[in-house]
């Protein structure tokens, strides 16, 4: 299923008109297909049969509406702060079911993730093997520990989103296993269930995680050598996606690298899909506000900015841009840019577009993944509403704030009050 496709000359989500819903709520909006959140989510859970835990990445896409239709499905929740946490288990996913990652988790965070019982804490530091050992020793439980390895692979991917390296933040270096995992056994606080690992994002090749899966397999045989109890395996999220012309790894090959370096080890295994869920499920709709000539360029002028959608301006990421309306062969090229006051407000470059002019709509394609999540009021610009469809229906899932609302969040001290 396509979710996004044309009929009769206009673009559908399902079975919903976008520029119908675009003369109704205006625009920029983001609008998620549910079926394909579904489909995604489903391929996944079939490709990882069994007790797997589907953990999706709600860093990618944290509306309740899109997490709902997920834990719908049984799916789990892969939260880096207590906001996420809030929404997850708001969505009604299982706390059992959600893991909690991240570099810099809060003593506050840590407390509330105890106090909701969720399946494990991915930790990333031995100082935080030692807070969280005292946060649970307060509480009178025990925290359920993988801790997450860094094993030094080079996710060939955008730099901004490689984790696996030995120079990243993230993780305890590989090297080091041994003598963290000793040092948590110790901890009376803490109750060791498994090993964590995630090397990057937007990965495309089957070999980085082939070498970081297997650097896995051979720390989990050591570990449990040491006599610790290795139950789950959560090898994390990037799978990529194809936003150009560019392949994606596919799903089954992912899947293989998984399984060759992990079966026989007897794991639950954890994953923590993100962009592989979201991105395709869900497009950016924009309206050009003009078709202005440059010296030496095209402009489209849209009324989505970076404020909206940063992954274009951030990482220099490549988004598929298609009018609402079917084209005809006229053919034009244009730097398709944002209003925001910044060089960098340009989702496409020199980019063969059909012909556009003031007033047509457009829909950005792959945004369904760290679109939303990153927008921000930058240019005090209300960032664009959230919208989910589902079949013939569609229903606004985050409201578009009002400038008033945006102005209303500022305060002035008592000493600049007239
Ligand atoms: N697990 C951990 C620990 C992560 O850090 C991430 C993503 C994921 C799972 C989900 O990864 P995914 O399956 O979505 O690749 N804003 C960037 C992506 C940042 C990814 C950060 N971590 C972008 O727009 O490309």
């Known amino acids: 299923m396509t979710a996004f496709h044309y009929r009769n000359g206009a673009l559908r989500a399902e079975d919903c008109d976008l520029a119908a819903i675009a003369e109704k709520a205006g625009t920029p909006f983001y609008c998620y297909s549910g079926a394909a959140l579904e489909e995604n989510y489903r391929a996944f859970a079939q490709a990882f049969p069994g007790d797997a835990l589907i953990a999706f990445s709600v860093k990618a896409n944290g509306n309740l509406a899109v997490l709902k239709t997920l834990a719908a499905l049984g799916s789990g929740a892969d939260v880096v702060s207590g906001g996420?946490?809030?929404?997850?288990?708001?969505?009604?996913?299982?706390?059992?079911?959600?893991?909690?990652?991240?570099?810099g988790k809060t003593k506050d965070e840590m407390r509330a993730g105890l106090e909701s019982g969720i399946c494990q804490f991915n930790v990333e530091s031995e100082p935080e093997l030692e807070i969280l050992n005292e946060t649970a020793a307060a509480l009178g439980v025990r925290a359920p520990v993988a801790i997450r390895l860094n094993p030094d692979v080079d996710a060939r991917t955008h730099a901004k989103i490689a984790t696996g390296g030995a120079e990243t933040k993230f993780g305890i270096p590989v090297s080091r296993a041994r003598q963290a995992y000793a040092h948590a056994a110790r901890l009376p606080g803490?109750?060791?269930?498994?090993?964590?690992?995630?090397?990057?994002?937007?990965?495309?090749?089957?070999?980085?995680?082939?070498?970081?899966?297997?650097?896995?397999?051979?720390?989990?045989r050591m570990l449990r050598a040491e006599g610790h109890e290795i139950a789950s395996a959560d090898v994390g999220g990037g799978l990529g996606v194809a936003y150009g012309a560019g392949l994606p790894l596919p799903l089954k090959d992912y899947a293989a690298a998984v399984a060759r370096a992990l079966d026989g080890l007897k794991l639950r295994l954890i994953l923590e899909p993100g962009r592989a869920i979201a991105a395709e499920a869900g497009v950016l709709v924009s309206r050009v506000l003009y078709a202005k000539e440059g010296e030496s360029r095209s402009f489209l002028v849209l009324d989505a900015g970076m404020n909206d959608f940063l992954r274009p301006a951030l990482y220099d990421a490549y988004h598929e841009i298609v009018p609402l309306n079917e084209p005809g062969p006229a053919r034009a090229v244009y730097d398709v840019v944002g209003p925001v006051c910044e060089t960098a407000d340009i989702f496409a470059r020199q980019r063969t577009l059909p012909v556009l002019k003031a007033g047509d709509l457009v829909a950005i394609l792959s945004a369904g993944a760290y679109g939303a999540v990153m927008a921000s009021a930058y240019n005090a610009r209300p960032p664009a509403p959230e919208i989910l469809v589902k079949g013939g229906r569609w229903s606004v899932v985050r409201p578009r704030l009002s400038e008033d609302t945006l102005v209303g969040y500022d305060r002035i001290p008592d000493w600049l009050q007239d």
């Open 84 to 103: 996420e946490l809030k929404k997850a288990l708001a969505a009604g996913v299982a706390p059992g079911r959600i893991v909690f990652s991240g570099v």
């Open 190 to 220: 803490l109750r060791i269930v498994g090993v964590d690992m995630h090397i990057g994002s937007q990965i495309t090749e089957k070999a980085p995680f082939a070498a970081a899966f297997s650097r896995l397999a051979e720390t989990i």
